[in-house]
């Protein structure tokens, strides 16, 4: 299960890179998602794939789940959906403003 985890990270991460590469800011932004995405996933494959009881202390119990990537992860979650809003919010400026979303045309050089 770890393997088609670390290979489903691995296309989320190609495919971000390639989203961020290109010149248009909604690519970069959804790049950036997948971006993302992708660590989340690389977090929770990292911390172990095991099945087991919540971290609550029992005697009835004995494998538990390890809670610390599930807390890294909700705090990325959090993190990465403050820093989407942000960027769509910029890019929607950014069009009204300009009329353009081509970084290229808002950079200011003439390329034809």
Same mark, same amino acid.
């Given at each position: 299960?770890?393997?088609?985890?670390? +290979? %489903?990270?691995? $296309?989320?991460?190609?495919? *971000?890179?390639?989203? &961020? =590469?290109?010149?248009?800011?909604?690519?970069?932004?959804?790049?950036?998602?997948?971006?993302?995405?992708?660590?989340?996933?690389? +977090? %929770?494959?990292? $911390?172990?794939?095991?099945? *087991?009881?919540?971290? &609550? =202390?029992?005697?009835?119990?004995?494998?538990?789940?390890?809670?610390?990537?599930?807390?890294?992860?909700?705090?990325?979650?959090? +993190?990465?959906?403050?820093?989407?809003?942000?960027?769509?919010?910029?890019?929607?400026?950014?069009?009204?403003?300009?009329?353009?979303?081509?970084?290229?045309?808002?950079?200011?050089?003439?390329?034809?």
């Amino acid at each position: 299960m770890e393997i088609a985890m670390s +290979i %489903l990270a691995g $296309g989320l991460f190609a495919a *971000g890179v390639y989203l &961020i =590469l290109q010149r248009q800011m909604l690519r970069i932004i959804f790049g950036t998602a997948l971006l993302s995405h992708g660590a989340h996933l690389l +977090i %929770l494959t990292m $911390g172990k794939l095991n099945r *087991g009881a919540p971290p &609550i =202390l029992s005697e009835s119990k004995s494998t538990y789940v390890d809670p610390l990537p599930q807390a890294l992860i909700l705090t990325s979650i959090v +993190i990465s959906f403050g820093v989407t809003s942000f960027l769509l919010v910029l890019a929607y400026r950014a069009y009204k403003t300009n009329k353009t979303d081509n970084l290229e045309q808002l950079r200011g050089t003439d390329h034809e």
